[in-house]
């Protein structure tokens, strides 16, 4: 696969078509804060207006590249020392200087980002379920568990419902469990409803 990664790296040398650093640092920033939505039309044209690429082929294999690298220099707990060594001897040393730089730059900033994005849980807003075939004759009991998952940290998913269902033998040891996880899950003071109904 030497191949393919010797064509990912192939790409880096666009950068140089950046008219300063700032332009260079400007297009990681935007890198990382659409790490999870990628780059809309109006940023895409930035991109290409800065490295003066007159369309996206060019464009989206440098940005993968570029992609690879932060996630690499943020997630892989590279020592900040060491960030010089993600780049093969086959990128220019004034690219793998300039890069290495900008990534030691934001590294402990990107760091932090993520570190509350996890934080960020779903709250337990209520839970019910439904237990079936309760009766011992019949063969499969199973309880039917619905979730009500509210997700403070992204407004634009708001509230979401979770449906599963179980078998008799790990039945019990959930719904324990249940009451424990919404126990833990519920905010000081915030009283929780459960629900028992059986069909």
């Not at 919404?182 to 915030?190: N, S, Y």
Request: net charge negative; hydrophobic share 40%.
């Amino acid at each position: 696969m030497g191949d393919g990664n010797h064509s990912m790296w192939g790409h880096l040398p666009l950068l140089v078509r950046a008219n300063s650093k700032d332009s260079v640092e400007y297009l990681l920033q935007a890198l990382w804060r659409t790490r999870r939505t990628g780059l809309d039309s109006a940023d895409r044209q930035i991109f290409r207006d800065i490295l003066q690429l007159p369309t996206d082929s060019d464009l989206d294999p440098l940005l993968v590249c570029l992609r690879v690298l932060i996630r690499r220099c943020v997630y892989d707990n590279v020592n900040k020392d060491e960030i010089h060594k993600l780049f093969p001897s086959e990128v220019l040393p004034e690219l793998q200087r300039l890069l290495t730089l900008l990534l030691q730059k934001f590294q402990r900033e990107w760091r932090e980002d993520i570190a509350n994005d996890e934080v960020i849980l779903p709250r337990l807003k209520s839970m019910t379920w439904n237990m079936a075939n309760q009766n011992v004759e019949q063969m499969e009991p199973s309880a039917v568990i619905n979730l009500k998952l509210q997700n403070d940290g992204q407004t634009n998913l708001g509230e979401r419902d979770v449906k599963f269902q179980l078998a008799k033998d790990t039945m019990e040891m959930m719904l324990k469990s249940m009451y424990c996880i919404e126990d833990q899950m519920a905010e000081p003071g915030e009283t929780q409803e459960r629900h028992v109904r059986s069909s």
